[in-house]
């Protein structure tokens, strides 16, 4: 089966740009979360969709950071405008349900420098 | 609040030699553990996951990983390492709500010497 689609495979822009990164889950996949990724540290969540509904957006930084996911399918992840501490591996995941004993299915990411 | 410390950045094993890689969690209930790999380039990928019941977990390429609780351990382990597990390693913690909710340690890079 395909995996978790991302694009950009790699962003560079300036601070105060906009920037938009791309998901498309598994097919089939109800839940998607996007993930910031830093250098050096873990997948830290920004936010989980449960088919096009937003059921966590608890860690995302809404002053800067939105996504949707319009159609329950593929999803958008904007950060607008960029700061320098925003240069990170965003990752989007996929998984079934969403429950305790899923498995999340990871894309490759986006890694996003900004200058 | 749920915490996970990997307190190896970065371990460098020869080839065919044992592996450890160590995991300390912090959770106020019983815990849901997983054991993730990152080759380069590449997203998480599941090794391993720990709910209930035997608390030695088999996983995939041949890795193990040992739930201690009164140690708030859960070690990863593999007896012979291969030049291609050469990767970062993720301890996560989570609880009964859901896996994609899981807190992240900061990883432990592993290097194989040939």
């Known amino acids: 089966e395909a995996g978790v689609a991302q694009s950009p495979r790699y962003k560079i822009i300036e601070k105060r740009q906009s920037v938009a990164f791309w998901c498309n889950p598994i097919s089939g996949h109800a839940t998607l979360y996007w993930y910031q990724q830093i250098l050096g540290q873990g997948p830290k969540l920004l936010i989980q969709f449960q088919n096009n509904g937003v059921v966590d957006d608890s860690q995302l930084p809404k002053d800067r950071f939105s996504a949707e996911r319009l159609k329950g399918v593929d999803s958008t992840l904007k950060i607008q405008p960029a700061k320098l501490e925003d240069s990170a591996v965003y990752l989007c995941?996929?998984?079934?349900?969403?429950?305790?004993?899923?498995?999340?299915?990871f894309g490759s990411g986006t890694q996003l420098s900004v200058l | 609040a749920q915490s996970v410390t990997q307190p190896d950045i970065h371990i460098t094993v020869s080839e065919g030699a044992s592996l450890e890689l160590r995991c300390n969690y912090s959770?106020?209930?019983?815990?849901?553990l997983f054991w993730y790999v990152q080759s380069p380039g590449q997203g998480l990928q599941l090794l391993l996951k720990?709910?209930?019941?035997?608390?030695l977990v088999q996983g995939i390429k041949g890795f193990e990983a040992e739930f201690k609780r009164s140690q708030s351990s859960f070690n990863l382990r593999k007896p012979s390492v291969h030049w291609s597990d050469a990767a970062e390693y993720f301890c996560a913690v989570g609880g009964n709500t859901n896996a994609g909710k899981s807190t992240f340690g900061d990883g432990t890079t592993l290097t194989v010497k040939p």
């Open positions: 720990y709910f209930s019941g035997d608390t």
């Open positions: 959770y106020g209930a019983t815990p849901y």
């Open positions: 995941a996929s998984s079934s349900s969403g429950t305790s004993n899923e498995k999340l299915f």
